[in-house]
């Protein structure tokens, strides 16, 4: 097809028409007068684009470094050997890719808010470069708790799970609002959050405390106020990971989980979550690498199951939003076909966007390949084409200019009034699991205070782990604070150390992270209790370790390990606050996990 090439001004002019039309609400359906009117007019974008120009814009890859045009020479080197550019305004210029996605760590994205926000500036600038001149949709991993991509000079939130146990569905709205809103601040408009599967297994390996709950419907309203939040701030949300990825107990990254629910129970446990997101307007939801056979007896991945996307999804459910698949360098999708087949598939099966392939060029060209032979129809390309079109435009990247400013940056980002909300809702979350003989809140003499055990890194800032900064938080409460990190497998001569520490000690906090039958971590909090000294254990990320544990006279959960979420604890701990977070799950016993330990809903207060 000719390249009817497209000058800036042109798309800009045409999209501001289109943003004049739309609702200007992120998840509010238009009318259908005016959703023709955008319709028409980002149908008059894509005619001006080349085949090459529409397959770039359902990619989302990966990229390495700070800088969308002048990265580290290191990062230059990692871009070149894995994507054979140096940088991402070279893969946008090369691929016409229509978004990218940040990570943190690994691939060196993130930094601080003002270097994001060059960044975005600079991948716009290479998009509105192209010959076909498209704003590219910047994505993002942000879910908060356990998974999150932004972390210094950002708000802290907490977590699926820790939200989950607050019960509040405002609090849930608030914190979507609150993410979401600093992440347009920062010109990222579409984040792969809220996450929407049911945890029913606790040996999840994947999912766990990145879920609501256990219970179905509850996740749904969760998931409904996230999707809410995060779409009123201009954020496009994503309902993740369809069909439901709560009952597996194999990660998806590195192999093929099978979900055995029949289709009733796939209705009852699995479905609600996502039919809510959908109710509320959520803009794009995520598949999953898993196969489903009660929804598809093929045994289909469900990222290239029709059955699933399109037979489900679509026409069941009445989805016409962007399907994203999963990150397609994982395992669970690359069991049977090669890369260059995986996206095809995805497209055949009804995906729009394909996030994060191993090998851009392999990908792109298969891509390309399957529509030059007519596997793939250019009016199918269209019509993914078109629903990105439509999550763009709803997002604001049409509207004037989609360049962010520095100076909304520093106002917006991390600002005290968020930070304050932040910690509001995260002592809400603090669930008081065992309080026997009123050992919490610490006794008004208990002031020098030994904080001992597992001590993982925060998710975005190796530098500063669990005990350490925990124990900062019970200084700035005015306790006298040693402490001590063992680690989730402490040795015989570690765990001799913090019985020593212990002594003399008023009382020991301490903390643990997936604790197993096998656990040294069991052996750790039993020798402390040996003691005498009055021990308060926090389960840092699972709740079910107090299974594993036997009789401690006082355990909580917060459900993650980030800042937010610790100081929650301590003033919890202390007394501070009130214990009012509820089990979103039920805990099982270790030695008969047909009975219920703790019920969904259990969660103490110091009244009882």
Known sequence: ?????????????????????????????????????????????????????????????????????SPSQFDQDRNLAELGVRTVAELIAKYHIGGVIYFSGWANNIQDPRQIADLTNGVQRASLALPAPVPALISIDQEHGANVRIGSGATQLPGAMALGAGRSLSDARAAGRISGTELAALGIHQNFAPVADVNVNPANPI?????????????????????????????????????????????????????????????????PPFKAAIAAGVDSIMTAHLQVPALDPSNEPATLSPAILQGVLRDELGFDGVIVTDALNMQGVRTKYGDD?????????GADQLLFPPDIDVAYHGVLAAVRDGEI???????????????????????????????????????????????????????????????????RGHRKLLV??????????????????????????????????????????????????????????????????????????????????????????????????????????SYCWTEVELRAAARVIAGRVEPRGKLPVPIQRADDPTKVLFRSGHGLSYDD
């Not at 001006?48 to 800088?67: D, N, W």
């Not at 124990?471 to 306790?479: M, N, P, T, V």
Request: hydrophobic share 40%; aromatic share 4%.
């Open 452 to 557: 001992v055990g597992a001590s993982p890194a925060f998710p975005t800032d190796a530098t500063r782990t669990t005990v350490p900064e925990l124990a900062k938080a019970f200084d700035e409460l005015g306790y006298s604070t040693t402490h001590l990190a063992t680690g989730r497998e402490p040795d015989a001569a570690k765990t001799d150390e913090a019985v020593a520490a212990a002594r003399g000690r008023d009382a020991v906090v301490v903390t643990t992270d997936n604790v197993g039958a096998t656990s040294a971590q069991r052996t750790l909090v039993s020798r402390l209790l040996a003691t005498g000294v009055p021990v308060v254990h926090l389960a840092v990320r699972n709740p079910y370790d107090i299974a594993h544990l036997g009789d401690v006279p006082a355990s909580l959960v």
């Open 341 to 349: 087949r995986v996206p095809v598939l995805a497209l055949k099966a």
């Open 207 to 271: 999912i766990n405390v990145r879920s609501f709950g256990a219970d179905a419907r509850a996740v749904g309203r969760m998931v409904a106020a996230q999707v809410t939040g995060y779409q009123q701030a201009g954020v496009v949300a994503c309902a993740k990971h369809f069909p439901g990825h709560g009952d597996t107990a194999q990660d998806s990254h590195t192999g093929l989980p099978v979900i055995t629910h029949t289709r009733e129970e796939w209705e009852r446990i699995d479905a």
């Open 377 to 443: 129809t250019e009016g199918r390309l269209d019509e993914s084409v078109l629903r990105i079109l439509r999550i763009k435009d709803k997002a604001g990247l049409f509207d004037g200019s989609p360049y962010v400013s520095p100076k909304v940056v520093d106002r917006v980002v991390g600002a005290r009034k968020h930070q304050r909300a932040a910690a509001r809702i995260a002592e809400r979350t603090t669930t008081l699991l065992v309080n026997e003989d009123e050992a919490l809140p610490l006794r």
């Open 1 to 69: 097809m000719q390249d009817r090439r497209l000058t800036r001004r042109t798309v800009l002019a045409s999209a501001t028409v289109v943003a004049a039309s739309s609702t200007g609400v992120v998840g509010v359906t238009a009318t259908p007068a005016v959703a023709h009117r955008r319709d028409h007019r980002l149908k008059k974008i894509i005619s001006r684009m080349s085949v090459e120009a529409k397959i770039g814009q359902l990619f989302v890859p990966y990229f390495y470094g700070t800088s969308a045009t």
